[in-house]
């Protein structure tokens, strides 16, 4: 049988993550945010194709995967194992990392709408927060699917979500978006279409006449905070 060595799997990994290109793509993943090959082949000062290549070898040795949206695809770290040893690394080297700085407008990347769920910063932060709190959690069906939790069911009918309605839609019930603005998730389907309609019928949020905008409104600011720990 020609089973691989412990120390050979390590050197083949290594010799992945060392080729600096390589090396600095996944530093710029660590933050836990996507990015396209493109931005990815900028990061790294190489040309595109060759940038392909070096994500094709790092998906190989299952150091980053690619999620699809639409027609663009992202790339991000594979598991949170990746995360610890470049982590790990990064100690060991003492260099700091330049934070991920979005070009976004304000308005847009604060809160906007996502056809008809919500998406920027506080869309992000508030998965995050039903995640944390058990509300939500990775469905088996793949595809980035959610599944609705016990304590999710009572805290976000406390919210005035219309469970009910979000179940019996015709579409996927929740998913995660990847978020073009913050690279990460926000919650979509018919459970965040639910979740919008129910933070404007309260009054939490407030439409732009002109744009996709979303304007917190002062309750808003104050619930957002007092349940959920989102400064804004």
Same mark, same amino acid.
């Given at each position: 049988?020609?089973?691989?060595?412990?120390? *050979? @799997? !390590? &050197?083949?990994? #290594?010799?992945?993550?060392?080729?600096?290109?390589?090396? $600095?793509?996944?530093?710029?993943? %660590?933050?836990?945010?996507?990015?396209?090959?493109?931005?990815? *082949? @900028? !990061? &790294?000062?190489? #040309?595109?194709?060759?940038?392909?290549?070096?994500?094709? $070898?790092?998906?190989?040795?299952? %150091?980053?995967?690619?999620?699809?949206?639409?027609?663009?695809?992202?790339? !991000?770290?594979?598991? #949170?194992?990746?995360?610890?040893?470049?982590?790990?690394?990064?100690?060991?080297?003492?260099?700091?990392?330049?934070?991920?700085?979005?070009?976004?407008?304000?308005?847009?990347?604060?809160?906007?709408?996502?056809?008809?769920?919500?998406?920027?910063?506080?869309?992000?932060?508030?998965?995050?927060?039903?995640?944390?709190?058990?509300?939500?959690?990775?469905?088996?069906?793949?595809?980035?699917?959610?599944?609705?939790?016990?304590?999710?069911?009572?805290?976000?009918?406390?919210?005035?979500?219309?469970?009910?309605?979000?179940?019996?839609?015709?579409?996927?019930?929740?998913?995660?978006?990847?978020?073009?603005?913050?690279?990460?998730?926000?919650?979509?389907?018919?459970?965040?279409?639910?979740?919008?309609?129910?933070?404007?019928?309260?009054?939490?949020?407030?439409?732009?006449?002109?744009?996709?905008?979303?304007?917190?409104?002062?309750?808003?600011?104050?619930?957002?905070?007092?349940?959920?720990?989102?400064?804004?």
């Amino acid at each position: 049988m020609n089973v691989e060595s412990a120390d *050979a @799997a !390590v &050197a083949r990994i #290594a010799a992945a993550i060392g080729e600096p290109a390589r090396t $600095r793509m996944l530093f710029c993943l %660590l933050d836990g945010r996507a990015r396209t090959s493109t931005e990815l *082949a @900028a !990061v &790294a000062e190489v #040309a595109p194709p060759t940038a392909s290549a070096h994500l094709n $070898r790092l998906k190989t040795e299952n %150091l980053v995967a690619m999620q699809a949206q639409g027609k663009h695809r992202y790339y !991000v770290l594979k598991s #949170a194992q990746v995360a610890r040893a470049l982590e790990g690394m990064s100690v060991l080297a003492g260099t700091p990392r330049a934070s991920f700085q979005p070009s976004t407008p304000g308005p847009y990347r604060l809160a906007r709408t996502c056809y008809d769920h919500m998406a920027g910063r506080i869309a992000v932060e508030l998965l995050d927060r039903f995640r944390s709190l058990r509300w939500l959690r990775a469905s088996s069906d793949g595809a980035n699917g959610l599944e609705l939790m016990q304590e999710g069911h009572a805290g976000l009918a406390a919210l005035g979500v219309d469970l009910d309605a979000a179940h019996s839609a015709r579409r996927r019930f929740a998913y995660g978006c990847l978020d073009w603005s913050e690279r990460r998730m926000h919650l979509a389907g018919a459970l965040g279409s639910a979740l919008l309609k129910a933070l404007r019928a309260r009054h939490w949020l407030e439409s732009e006449l002109d744009n996709r905008a979303l304007t917190i409104a002062p309750r808003g600011r104050r619930e957002l905070g007092q349940r959920f720990h989102i400064e804004i």
